[in-house]
């Protein structure tokens, strides 16, 4: 077989391959299935207009542009569960963890030798370019999906071992509180190998929210969540 044929082969694969390389992003947009978002504030034209977006927020999720109105739908949105920091510290997910903050969430289990330690390590590397901004500016959560044996003593073995800093939350808790919060960021069912390699960056007073691969780049994980501090707070820096 010639070359020319060769090349005209691997195209024909790329473009029947497209559409399903494309697909996770494109659900994530669509609120499908585990690529579902937090409902995200949203400036509309008209009241109408309004009525029919209030109407979708529990359904579909959107990236919202820097500077529009924050929507007061999200503390009715996120569980209000009490769950279990490294130092088993009792905190509520959204009064305590996400409220007001600016944050990067990912899922993991202490015993897992796949993706969650290169997640992890990634989030370490983003922890150092934050440097202070960790716990001041923007808080990094960790949610275990083996709360059966993630106690808090592991997870802060866990913690300890890639030098997580204050501001680095890992947190476990009851087994139905963890699967409340799973759901409302987008990961459905029990299996915690169904835990994806993704990220999510959020912003809650503004509604702004959007999910990043954990392989991705640390650097462009970084500049991502600098994006949804607040102005003010980037020009005090």
């Keep these: 077989m ?9 195209m024909s694969a790329l473009i029947f391959l497209a559409p399903v390389l ?29 009525k029919a977006e209030s109407s ?37 997910f959204y009064d305590d963890m996400l409220k007001g903050k600016v944050v990067v969430i990912s899922f993991m289990f202490t015993t897992c030798n796949s993706l969650c330690p290169m997640t992890t390590a990634h989030l370490a590397s983003v922890q150092e370019q ?24 592991a997870l802060k073995k866990f913690a300890e071992s890639f030098q997580a800093k204050p501001g680095w939350y890992f947190l476990t808790g009851e087994k139905e509180n963890i699967r409340m919060v799973r759901t409302k960021l987008g990961i459905n069912g029990e299996d915690k190998m169904q835990h994806t390699g993704m990220v999510i960056l959020g912003n809650e007073a503004t509604g702004q929210w959007r999910k990043m691969p954990a392989w991705q780049n640390p650097i462009e994980i970084t500049n991502a969540v600098k994006t949804l501090i607040p102005t003010k707070v980037t020009e005090r820096n």
């Design 2 to 10: 010639d070359t020319k044929k060769i090349a005209q082969g691997v």
């Design 22 to 50: 494309t697909e996770p992003s494109l659900a994530w947009q669509n609120g499908k299935g585990e690529d579902r978002l937090p409902p995200a504030a949203s400036a509309s034209s008209s009241p109408s207009a309004a």
């Design 56 to 92: 979708q927020s529990t359904r579909q999720a959107r990236v919202v542009p820097k500077g529009q109105v924050p929507s007061a739908g999200s503390a009715g949105y996120f569980p209000n569960v009490t769950l279990l920091t490294q130092d088993n510290q009792p905190v509520r």
């Design 130 to 153: 934050l440097g202070e901004r960790l716990g001041r500016d923007v808080f990094i959560i960790s949610i275990s999906v083996d709360p059966t044996n993630d106690t808090p003593a």
